[in-house]
């Protein structure tokens, strides 16, 4: 990836949850930017569905795949791994510029795995 990637990052735990990329687009000035997204909850759907109630209605957000986190923030560890089994696999070149721009501190180990958690 070329040019410098637009990104955030959402994480509300501690621990072993979900999460999925999503690119956000805003309709009005066609924006882009990505959203590494993980909230404590037990279906990748959910944290879309959650997430999508904080875009504005001029925003749309397409799901780039899923996998698992283990995300310590005091031990300053994150880990990657399996995928959705909903949404497949992110691309694992975009968790790394993502997570290694938002976390450059961190201890990380990102990889994209056929496991699927229920």
Do not use: C, W
Not at 27 to 41: A, G
Not at 52 to 63: G, N, P, S, Y
Not at 83 to 88: I, K, N, P, Q, V
Request: glycine fraction near 8%; aromatic fraction near 12%; hydrophobic fraction near 30%.
């Amino acid at each position: 990836m070329s040019e410098k990637l637009k990104s955030e990052v959402d994480i509300r735990h501690s621990g072993d949850e979900k999460y999925v990329i999503l690119l956000v687009t805003n309709r009005k000035t066609n924006e882009e930017k990505y959203v590494f997204v993980s909230y404590p909850l037990p279906y990748h759907a959910d944290i879309v569905e959650k997430y999508e109630r904080k875009l504005q209605k001029f925003e749309d957000a397409d799901v780039q795949g899923g996998g698992l986190i283990q995300f310590d923030p005091e031990g300053k560890k994150l880990k990657t791994y399996g995928r959705s089994g909903g949404y497949g696999p992110p691309d694992i070149s975009l968790v790394k510029e993502i997570l290694k721009e938002h976390f450059p501190n961190f201890e990380r180990e990102i990889t994209v795995t056929d496991f699927i958690r229920n």
